[in-house]
């Protein structure tokens, strides 16, 4: 796998073991081209980095060494983990995002992330329910891969959670839904789980744990 270096002096020079990495955390840059994205990423004035970039033609850019804590996820956080920063490999996908024209990611471009993922997971031991969207750990700041991410395909090279597909719930799908709704979300009762009742769900389950 060919990796070119453009070393980026955003980073925490405190050194990490091996055993600190546990998440991978993908993103898109949100910028106009892929060179506009590497001036960004390793300009000091803008205080951020990651540990990868791959452009659209799938040339993957190392910018800081894994040991080194790189500056791409921010104010995070993931079930009681706090600054995934300190226990993460960011990985930039070359993408003009929502705000310039959000386009689907190239097929060269995915198949060097499913490389590079695949990689560090054998590397660093990493679970493949940790690889996780920006979105994911900063879902009030960040939107970032998107929906047009292909998440579905990661999955099938075993990267990421599984997928279910569901084609046609049956009544009781339905009904358990519905019952559902009627409790916790009374304004909209129609069987189908959107995203409101994913985040009801997802704040009941954690608050049954305290």
Not at 45 to 60: A, F, P
Not at 165 to 185: C, G, M, N, T
Request: hydrophobic fraction near 35%; glycine fraction near 6%; charge should be positive.
């Amino acid at each position: 796998m060919k990796i070119k270096i453009t070393n980026s002096p955003n980073y925490s020079i405190k050194n990490r073991k091996k055993n600190k990495i546990k998440f991978i955390i993908i993103h898109y840059t949100g910028m106009q081209s892929g060179r506009v994205s590497i001036e960004r990423l390793t300009s000091k004035k803008s205080g951020v980095s990651s540990h990868y970039l791959i452009s659209r033609k799938g040339e993957i850019v190392k910018m800081v060494d894994e040991k080194n804590i790189a500056w791409h996820a921010g104010k995070s956080k993931w079930k009681n983990i706090i600054s995934l920063n300190e226990q993460s490999i960011g990985i930039e996908l070359v993408n003009k995002g929502h705000q310039f024209g959000y386009e689907n990611f190239s097929k060269k471009q995915i198949s060097k992330l499913v490389l590079l993922c695949k990689n560090l997971i054998k590397k660093y031991e990493i679970k493949k329910t940790n690889i996780l969207a920006h979105s994911d750990v900063a879902p009030l700041r960040k939107i970032d891969p998107g929906e047009k991410f292909p998440w579905r395909h990661l999955a099938k090279k075993k990267i990421g959670y599984r997928f279910f597909d569901i084609k046609k719930p049956s009544r009781y799908d339905l009904k358990v839904v519905k019952a559902f709704q009627r409790r916790f979300r009374q304004n909209k009762v129609n069987g189908l789980i959107d995203q409101e009742c994913l985040k009801i769900s997802h704040y009941l389950a954690n608050s049954l744990k305290n």
